[in-house]
């Protein structure tokens, strides 16, 4: 039950206004109280203002208008509560548009012990008592702060949640911030709020339990006097997020101080595209030292882990990360063992793959990409950014002198003239060239300056359907796709582009598991990628996998939508037969849904057995890491990943990770993904250790 709360109080935490803010009126005939504010919050991504959220109250009445825009695209709403004495949602009503423009229309209703809501899932209804606690489903930031004030005003600091599962609210650290309205600084308390997605989500509230902001490792909501603190608290979200996940590590981590013998498994054989017939594989530290017989008696000089006649197959690699900590944790949990990240804060990647290195954090291998974005209104804010020609080449020459990047990635900013200059002076150091195709410009004119890898397969479709003066630095990028429903793969447009790449040897990265989200995901259907797994994830997961990326007006967009998913498969098909080279990557943080962008290879003509072999063998010769990685062979580093099953036969069994080897280290999913809210999907494979 909740702790009794006066009226005062409930001012002060609930509705988070402080007595200068805190008009009172009272006439003669009543002791009520009149509760008013007004707050301004702004909204910052990657250090730059992108956006605002203005909170009126009257009351236990809030209205709250939020909005931002980053990299052509950006979500709003509008929204309207009416809380409980208790700070508890009994009236919740969203309004507005999605990231990607899926319309968001959501409420919520709860009188006499009853609850419903309506939302993109398809809502539901439950009962409802004076601890339960609505968590909406597309509310802006700012419902972290009326969680978190009932939360703090509840027993042990936990409510049960609506639709599932509970909530919980700790302190986990107290900071002091400066603010350009006051000489002294504003005390801070820290508080991580669980049990709405895998990962907590932090807060930070005053000494009168005010909110002052959101804060995350890229994006920030703060009170407007508390800019300037934007990269403190991002760092400081940064460093939460690392000890969680350090101490994951310490927990997870099985490091043995004798051989390790991976026992009575089938080893996929990438050149062969085969399985071997039962067999052990021995490591000593991280490397592979022998590929021997089904071992049936241990030794006590080794540890065997037991692997019961399934497949050992190696690392994978999604090419297509934009790294943070659970994405590394969740990706190896996955077995991918390496990764491309194509665009990143440098400070952020360089430190995740620092720790990564010494052991610290649990996540893969990283080949970075330098991300370079021209300066417009539509620029993205995670790349270094450049006005001109001559600064984009300068760029690049800081970033080869960082040292570890091998390739640049041009963004949708850049002028299309640049890239001349851009890919030479890449050349100079090494560099390869990849990228979107810049707005107003055309991907046979990119391809013909030096691209050795175009990303996104929408990126080199548009050209053939758009007219140059059609601007791709906004979220037509997404939704002028539907045109490529009426597109004739026999164009002379298709098929010069399709020339081009044949004769220079130009890669394509098409992440189609994004498309496949983007153009047939639809509200209240569990979208097909996650169709597998949906069961064992936590509500909050379960919740966004029936929400739809894009607002679909009608019937006919509909139809031209799943249409020009299906032109994608065909013209990605085509490519596989004209011998275009196809990596496999997924813009969505990898893990699973790498899985679904294999199967997505096996829909345009790969076998089982080559997709595996192109998501591992390829991958490494790909990136000139063939010598040690990219098969299970002795000599090489012992990166690879079990699972029951036959792969071959049925591509799915990658999902059903039951170990993992990430340069010697082993680990069990099953005992991870528990962390996370997650069921695990295996048993934790036999351990045979003599002390």
């Known amino acids: 039950m909740f702790k009794h709360l006066t009226l005062s109080i409930l001012c002060l935490s609930v509705l988070g206004c402080s007595p200068a803010d805190k008009p009172v009126s009272q006439d003669s005939s009543s002791t009520q109280t009149t509760v008013k504010s007004n ?98 489903q597309n509310a802006s930031p700012y419902a972290l702060y009326i969680y978190a004030s009932a939360l703090l005003n509840s027993e042990n600091n936990t409510l049960p949640a609506l639709p599932g599962g509970e909530l919980r609210i700790d302190k986990i650290d107290t900071v002091s911030l400066k603010s350009a309205n006051a000489d002294t600084p504003v005390d801070a308390s820290i508080y991580a709020i669980s049990g709405i997605s895998l990962d907590p989500s932090y807060i930070a509230l005053d000494s009168n339990q005010q909110m002052l902001a959101y804060l995350s490792p890229r994006f920030t909501l703060l009170k407007q006097d508390l800019i300037a603190e934007d990269q403190t608290l991002r760092q400081l979200a940064a460093t939460l997020n690392a000890s969680r996940f350090e101490e994951i590590a310490k927990r997870a981590s099985n490091s043995f101080d004798k051989p390790v013998r991976i026992n009575n498994v089938r080893i996929f054989e990438p050149e062969t595209l085969s399985l071997s017939e039962p067999k052990s594989v021995l490591l000593n530290q991280n490397k592979i030292a022998a590929i021997e ?52 804060e440098m400070d952020v990647l360089e430190a995740l793959e620092d720790k990564i290195e010494r052991n610290i954090l649990i996540g893969p291998r990283i080949s970075k990409s330098a991300f370079i974005e021209g300066k417009s209104p539509f620029s993205a804010a995670t790349g270094e950014l450049a006005a001109n020609e001559q600064e984009a080449v300068d760029l690049i020459k800081m970033y080869a002198e960082r040292g570890g990047y091998h390739q640049i990635k041009i963004y949708s900013s850049i002028k299309g003239e640049w890239v001349p200059a851009m890919v030479a002076e890449a050349r100079k150091h090494g560099m390869r060239v990849a990228g979107h195709i810049p707005a107003f410009s055309k991907v046979d004119e990119m391809m013909q300056s030096g691209y050795d890898e175009v990303t996104h397969i929408n990126q080199l479709m548009l050209s053939w359907v758009l007219d140059r003066e059609e601007d791709t630095r906004t979220l037509f990028r997404i939704t002028g796709m539907k045109r490529f429903a009426e597109l004739d793969l026999d164009s002379d447009a298709v098929q010069t582009s399709l020339a081009i790449m044949v004769d220079k ?34 509500i909050g997961v379960q919740r966004s996998a029936k929400q739809a990326l894009l607002n679909v007006a009608d019937e006919a967009e509909d139809k031209a939508y799943k249409a020009a998913f299906d032109k994608i498969l065909a013209t990605l098909s085509l490519m596989h037969q004209r011998g275009i080279f196809i990596v496999p990557g997924t813009d969505l943080g990898g893990a699973f849904e790498l899985h679904r962008e294999l199967e997505l290879f096996s829909k345009i003509g790969m076998s089982n057995a080559q997709v595996l072999r192109r998501a591992s063998y390829d991958m490494a010769n790909y990136l000139a890491q063939g010598e040690q990685l990219g098969s299970i062979e002795p000599g090489k580093l012992a990166d690879f990943f079990l699972v029951p099953g036959n792969p071959l036969a049925d591509l799915r069994e990658i999902k059903k990770v039951a170990m993992v080897a990430k340069d010697g280290r082993i680990y069990f999913p099953s005992q991870v993904y528990p962390q996370f809210g997650i069921k695990p999907f295996t048993e934790v494979p036999e351990v045979h250790q003599s002390n």
Request: glycine share 12%; no cysteine; aromatic share 8%.
């Open 505 to 538: 040897n130009i890669a394509i990265d098409p992440t189609m598991v994004i498309h496949e989200f983007g153009l047939t995901g639809r509200n209240g259907e569990t979208r097909i990628g996650m169709v597998d797994y949906i069961d064992n994830m936590p």
């Open 293 to 344: 017989p089904v071992v049936q008696t241990p030794s006590a000089d080794e540890v065997v882990i037991e692997g019961n006649g399934g497949t050992l197959i190696p690392g994978l690699y999604e090419m297509h990360a934009h790294m943070s900590d659970d994405d590394a944790l969740l990706n190896v949990m996955a077995g991918i063992t390496s990764v491309r990240d194509m665009g990143n």
């Open 39 to 136: 707050e301004t919050y702004a909204v910052l991504f990657g250090g730059t203002q992108v956006g605002e959220l203005k909170v009126e109250r009257l009351n236990n009445e809030l209205n709250i208008d939020y909005g931002y825009s980053n990299n052509g695209r950006g979500s709003s709403s509008v929204e309207s509560l009416r809380l409980s004495d208790t700070g508890l949602p009994l009236a919740w009503q969203i309004d507005g548009k999605t990231v990607f423009g899926n319309a968001v229309a959501e409420s919520f209703q709860a009188a006499d012990g009853s609850a419903s809501w309506q939302d993109a899932a398809g809502g539901g209804k439950a009962t409802f008592s004076d601890e339960s606690m609505y968590v909406a």
